[in-house]
């Protein structure tokens, strides 16, 4: 399993003195890009290779707030759906104390340069290895 840290920065919590709800999505692309990139697929190279990699549903399941200066940790996984669907399970930590403060299920596709739904090979390589 993938696991990157991170440390929440002042500018993103809201006036409530929370991570603001959108910035959440931030930290799971963040993770899923570095996960493609500690296996040895280049996000870049894929839609310059005319494929983009795009999400067509992201579930997101709030359990708890990070504040200000909290360290925590987002785990990823890479699964398939069917044949032209692959989804990204991800959930984050707080690191003080391992408490789940949301879970997501990113759910996407590839599309070629006509319009049709293409899943690049080194992408199929990954779900295979966590099958």
Do not use: W
């Not at 500018?11 to 409530?16: G, T, V």
């Not at 359990?63 to 940790?73: A, G, I, M, N, V």
Request: charged share 25%; hydrophobic share 40%; glycine share 4%.
């Amino acid at each position: 399993m993938f696991i990157l840290t991170m440390r929440v920065r002042d500018y993103e919590c809201d006036i409530q003195g929370v991570v603001n709800n959108s910035v959440y999505q931030n930290y799971l692309e963040h993770a899923r890009h570095e996960f493609l990139l500690a296996n040895n697929v280049n996000f870049a190279e894929i839609t310059a290779q005319g494929i983009n990699l795009v999400v067509m549903r992201a579930e997101l399941d709030y359990k708890t707030s990070l504040r200000p200066q909290d360290d925590f940790y987002i785990t990823v996984e890479c699964v398939r759906e069917s044949r032209l669907k692959f989804a990204f399970i991800q959930h984050i930590y707080r690191s003080s104390d391992d408490k789940l403060v949301l879970q997501a299920k990113i759910t996407g596709t590839g599309v070629n340069a006509k319009g049709r739904p293409q899943i690049p090979p080194e992408l199929d390589r990954i779900m295979e290895s966590q099958e």
